[in-house]
């Protein structure tokens, strides 16, 4: 019996690649035998035609399903609605714009048959993304990975395969700030890498800008660790013991020279210093107070408004 894959693709603003996806996965996918697919794209608030184009291609194929949000809800909230209204048996996310290769799919599906929970695909080689790009995610990737107990994986996206299981197991995860990575890597189960070459994008431009992945990056350090609010209290004792020491140096070169005056550079640069110290640390308590904060609140993460074909029931 052919099982059922559920493609999840998140669109936002992507309406001049919407044919051209559609044009290049249909054979892909076609020609894996024992597969029965659902396309289920997912319109993050495009302001363009993305939308439009999208329901012409619900009508034309009825593979594909069209998951509508009320507004932009950034590519983490869209991704999670495509794992919550995925019915297949496994589902597998790629990005719409054709930087993630389709060609990898049926190796992916050959690798969830021969018994693997999660297929990542890996990209060795990222020349298509700019320097700056590369190299400030290798930092991140290095210093999310010192800092957490849970190892991201480095240069996987969110191109992958997930059996039923892992995403079952990923809507038990209550949290409304959804770091994918993070919470991709933190459910674990059995894993196997494939390697491929990221393209460049076809048509578009990249949806995230240095700061977007500035606030991507704080978010996935504060998802997954507490150290940079824990290690104030040792800079903090390191800090104050220094404090003592000089203390001590001070009331001991007075009672053997005197009281010599200066002394002037040295509050001076203890004030601003520590005074520094102190401000950074209260930034680092107001991330997480902001994370709480955001998380009791209890909203959704997503909106949907409609979902085409309409007659068609969820289930
Ligand atoms: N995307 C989205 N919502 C957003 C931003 C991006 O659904 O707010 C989608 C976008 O349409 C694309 C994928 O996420 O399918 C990856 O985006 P992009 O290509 O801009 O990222 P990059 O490849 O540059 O990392
Ligand atoms: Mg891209």
Known sequence: MPSLISLIVPFYNEGDGVDLFAQTIMPVLAAIPETEWEILCIDDGSRDDTLKRLIALSEQHNQFRIVELSRNFGKEAAMTAGLDTATGAAVIVIDADLQDPPELIPDMIDAWRNGAEVVLGRRVDRSSDSAAKRLTASWFYSLHNSLSKIKIPSNVGDFRLMDRCVVDALQQLPERQRFMKGLYAWVGFRT?????????????????????????????????????????????????????????????????????????????????????????????LGEYIGRIYVETKQRPVYLIRKIYPINKNIS
């Open 192 to 284: 196997v890498t494939l390697d491929y070459v990221r393209a460049a994008r076809h048509v578009g431009e990249t949806k995230f800008s240095g700061l977007a992945l500035w606030n991507f990056a704080l978010e996935g350090l504060t998802s997954f660790s507490t150290l940079p609010i824990r290690i104030w209290t040792y800079v903090g004792t390191i800090g104050a013991l220094f404090a003592l020491l000089y203390g001590l140096f001070i009331v001991v070169r007075t009672l053997l020279l005197g009281n010599s005056v200066p002394g002037y550079a040295s509050l001076f640069f203890a004030v601003t210093f520590f005074g520094s110290i102190q401000i950074i640390s209260i930034g680092m």
